[in-house]
């Protein structure tokens, strides 16, 4: 994604950092935020199909929106520094939290498997995070254990996950049978 003539959206919260390479682009903290605080509103988005860019918040088909917002640029990372709470039937209340306390200056990731299922751009993770899963493709193809070791983990995802569990374990059971 390019950034070079667009205009900041939360100019007093972040800034994106613009790398060299293609998807290198990231978003850094202008100042400190406390864990569990709300960093910004989730709003301005609009319904999209599933991209690379999209964000899911639903188990139904076709429920992904476009942030519109610089938040765009927040990377994924397997120790995030956010979480992006999509969980309100009510628009107006999504919102990215802290997961932990952010120094200004860190960089604002989030673990991209929180929210999406079977993404649709996968990618070799570079988080450099010690606990790092290597290659990112959605929650459908990690455990729970993978996943619950994250943090915030949006309700359609854990839905999706149990009813996999469910069917992997019927399917285990009827071939013990
Ligand atoms: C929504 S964009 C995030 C902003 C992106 N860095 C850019 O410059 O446009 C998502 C894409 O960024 C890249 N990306 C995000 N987090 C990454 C990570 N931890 N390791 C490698 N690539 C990552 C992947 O190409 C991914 O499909």
Known sequence: ????????THPDLFVVETGLGEYSASLKALKTFEAGSTLASIDGVTNTHKAYTSVQF?????????LNSDLV?????C?????????????????????RRI?????????YPSTEWDMEQPFECRC???????YIRGA?????????????????IRQCVR?????NSQELAAVKL
């Open 58 to 66: 639903g188990s139904a088909p076709g429920q992904h929106i476009s």
């Open 79 to 99: 120790e995030p520094s956010v979480y992006f709470d999509l969980s309100s039937p009510d628009r107006s209340r999504w919102h990215v939290r802290a997961a």
């Open 103 to 111: 120094e200004k200056g860190e960089y604002i990731t989030f673990f």
């Open 1 to 8: 994604m390019s950034k070079s003539t667009q205009i900041s």
């Open 163 to 167: 009813q996999r569990d469910a069917e």
């Open 140 to 156: 459908k193809y990690l455990t729970w254990g993978e996943l619950k070791a994250r943090g915030f983990i949006a309700p359609w």
């Open 128 to 134: 450099g995070a010690k606990s790092c899963l290597r």
């Open 73 to 77: 640029y927040a990377n994924h990372s």
